[in-house]
């Protein structure tokens, strides 16, 4: 509520007045996540970045290296987006429409859009980002439009990019988008999204992360009464193993754009939001200055989704225990083959309450943040099953096994949410199966199993206890079951 506050004063304002008002000691303080006007630097924002690590000459000093971090991973990043909007359909009267749009049309805000969908046919496309629905006319507004402007956005055009396929068409039209010139009139605010694989746990939380960044940038990251429509030009079915998540962001069902067929639809405000795949964009094709760790718009996005999910935090274990969880594959490669010789170290070592888990469609995605958000150590194997990471607590370290020669996915990722990162160290204690089999690429060492030196992985994940058990966080939760005791 802190949060809010600063970005509605007048909310604030009321609250401090109402003698009733539940939260007044967060109306007092001054907290603001760091792109806002005016918002104090650090010292008031969720998470200050941290860059005590070399930047390996991508900066010549420590503040440049911590800038750049910042705008390339958290907050900043927003506050970029923010800079770069600019208006191309411009109102000159009542009730006329507007386009605004970040560089590359990367992300856009429209109001008073018109979307004629009577050519759409879905039903007989395979193609999910088709570029020909429209043709000019068909989709605009009631404007001045700056059209050479709008078409200098055009040079990252690539479905999972940028809106600018969709939107080159975009039209002054001669009339209001309303009444008799709409089969469809959609009053709530919605959201246009372009998703990723929803089977992919890494890949479909590019499109999440995305959709909270953007939130932020136009200041509704608190609504929920918003209609998110996927925006799919094939008649095909999106299989999503995580659509759970949706309720973090939407009350109501994700409309696929199919829906929509064959109609005129006039939109009173609709977000086009930032995609998943964008050149330097969040996350994915995300080229994050080294030698940093910690965002405030991750650990944001984690809470927002734990909160909007009723995931809770259950405490550290009160016999003293750090809780272990360990993802097993159970997938063809990148299995760990002396499993077994490793969990009864873990077991036998009676510092741990250790749990195996195989994460899949077939348990429900809350049952398992429940089970993440309440992991001191998480442990597996290189895969995207290891974005849970997202969502450990913040005393809580990351061991990616083997990360197979792709270092940057998850150490970056952690990175980004501030969880310490581990992984194997010494190439002699492993044993990998053979050489890999890619079916095109040949030799690859994502295709194939391995096992690991007990000694040297109970060595690691000694350092990750150490780590846990110093950490200020958890400190406080264990001081807090001592209290109530």
């Known amino acids: 509520m802190a949060y809010l506050f600063y970005q509605r004063p007048a909310l604030r304002e009321q609250c401090l007045s109402d003698p009733d008002c539940p939260y007044k000691d967060e109306a007092e303080t001054t907290r603001c996540f760091g792109y806002e006007d005016g918002c104090p630097a650090n010292t008031t924002w969720m998470v200050v970045p941290q860059c005590p690590g070399d930047s390996r000459k991508w900066a010549n000093e420590k503040q440049q290296q911590w800038e750049q971090f910042w705008r390339g991973g958290d907050f900043g990043y927003v506050k970029t987006r923010q800079e770069e909007m600019h208006t191309y359909c411009v109102p000159e009267k009542e009730g006329d429409s507007e386009l605004r749009c970040t560089g590359h049309a990367q992300m856009c805000m429209a109001r008073r859009l018109y979307l004629d969908l009577r050519r759409l046919n879905s039903a007989t496309s395979h193609d999910r980002f088709r570029e020909d629905v429209f043709v000019p006319g068909e989709i605009g507004g009631r404007c001045r439009f700056e059209k050479d402007a709008f078409r200098a956005l055009g040079d990252h055009k690539s479905p999972l990019q940028s809106w ?25 605010p919605t959201i246009f999204m372009k998703l990723d694989a929803g089977i992919n746990m890494f890949h479909h939380f590019c499109d999440y992360v995305n959709l909270y960044a953007s939130l932020h940038v136009n200041g509704s990251w608190l609504e929920s009464d918003v209609q998110i429509v996927m925006w799919d030009t094939s008649g095909l079915s999106y299989g999503d193993f995580f659509s759970e998540t949706w309720q973090a962001f939407s009350k109501y069902p994700i409309v696929p ?31 994050l200055m080294p030698g940093c760790s910690g965002t405030g718009l991750m650990r944001a996005f984690s809470q927002h989704v734990l909160h909007r999910l009723d995931v809770t935090q259950e405490g550290p274990r009160r016999d003293g225990r750090l809780r272990v969880t360990f993802l097993d594959r159970k997938t063809k490669f990148r299995n760990v083959m002396n499993q077994e010789e490793l969990l009864k170290a873990l077991n036998d070592s009676g510092a741990y309450e250790v749990r195996v888990v195989a994460y899949n469609h077939q348990q429900k995605f809350v049952d398992q943040l429940q089970s993440t958000h309440n992991t001191d150590i998480f442990i597996g194997m290189h895969g995207a099953g290891l974005t849970h990471l997202v969502f450990l607590p913040d005393w809580a370290t990351m061991f990616e096994i083997y990360n197979c020669d792709d270092e940057w996915c998850y150490l970056d990722l952690s990175r980004l949410r501030g969880v310490p990162y581990f992984t194997w160290e010494k190439m002699d204690l ?37 780590h846990v058990r110093s950490h200020p966080a958890f400190r406080t939760a264990r001081r807090g079951q001592k209290e109530e005791l």
Do not use: S
């Open 164 to 188: 600018f396929a969709e939107l080159e068409h975009y039209t002054p039209l001669g009339f209001e988008p309303d009444g008799d010139n709409c089969d469809l009139i959609i009053g709530r």
């Open 257 to 287: 754009l199919h829906d929509w067929d064959g109609k005129r639809v006039c939109l009173r405000d609709a977000m086009f939001a930032l995609p998943p795949r964008m050149r330097f964009g969040l996350f994915y094709n995300m080229p």
């Open 430 to 466: 492993l044993t990998q199966e053979d050489e890999g089999h890619h079916p095109t690429l040949g030799a690859h060492k994502k295709f194939t199993n391995y096992a690991f030196d007990v000694d040297e992985f109970m060595r690691i994940v000694k350092k990750m206890a150490q």
